[in-house]
């Protein structure tokens, strides 16, 4: 009796692991197939999905207008 316990939880455990195992790598697919889709370039002369391994950027220039700190004043 007791062998026949072991072997049934045995059996379940194992089941579950793969049913468990089998619900991840679905849901892992359908992770990458949603986070993996292509960006549309903004011209038709670059591509927007190359890979930048590095090397120099063009310096990013913010420009602002000169305002009161406080409107209130």
């Not at 927007?48 to 207008?65: D, K, S």
Request: charged residues 15%.
């Amino acid at each position: 009796m007791r062998g026949l316990s072991l072997l049934i939880a045995t059996i379940l455990t194992l089941g579950y692991g793969f049913a468990a195992q089998a619900a991840m790598t679905v849901d892992r697919a359908e992770t990458f197939r949603r986070v993996g889709h292509t960006v549309d370039a903004a011209t038709s002369t670059e591509d927007a999905n190359r890979v930048w391994y590095g090397g120099m950027l063009a310096p990013v220039t913010v420009e602002a207008t000169a305002q009161a700190k406080c409107p209130l004043t």
